[in-house]
């Protein structure tokens, strides 16, 4: 029971964080400095993001706006965004495919 009850939760939180990627694709020009509009970091300490999951992000992203996870550049461009906004940018980097190769 406790077990379904967890999966539930999760499941409902994934859903509510489905954002749309048509739309994070305008609210990414504020990411795109540091992480691209690929989604591939253009600055040597910013992560690459592009394919990432999307409840991942939008949880991360809700953290820096809380103030929970610490990162000045973050603090500065999360405090003009709604959770409909972080949800679509969330979308819209998560819908970018990326390719893994191994090591040869």
Same mark, same amino acid.
């Given at each position: 029971?406790?077990?379904?009850?967890?999966?539930?939760?999760?499941?409902?939180?994934?859903?509510?964080?489905?954002?749309?990627?048509?739309?994070?694709?305008?609210?990414?020009?504020?990411?795109?400095?540091?992480?691209?509009?690929?989604?591939?970091?253009k600055l040597p300490e910013a992560p690459n993001i592009?394919?990432?999951?999307?409840?991942?992000?939008?949880?991360?992203?809700?953290?820096?706006?809380?103030?929970?996870?610490?990162?000045?550049?973050?603090?500065?461009?999360?405090?003009?965004?709604?959770?409909?906004?972080?949800? +679509?940018?969330?979308?819209?980097?998560s819908s970018i495919k990326i390719t893994v190769q +191994?090591?040869?």
């Amino acid at each position: 029971m406790i077990v379904s009850l967890a999966a539930l939760v999760a499941c409902s939180t994934v859903a509510e964080a489905a954002g749309d990627a048509a739309s994070g694709k305008k609210v990414m020009l504020k990411c795109q400095v540091c992480h691209g509009k690929d989604g591939l970091a253009k600055l040597p300490e910013a992560p690459n993001i592009a394919g990432q999951k999307e409840a991942y992000l939008v949880r991360a992203l809700t953290a820096f706006k809380a103030g929970e996870r610490k990162n000045e550049q973050m603090t500065v461009v999360l405090k003009g965004l709604s959770d409909e906004d972080i949800a +679509n940018v969330a979308a819209y980097y998560s819908s970018i495919k990326i390719t893994v190769q +191994n090591p040869p």
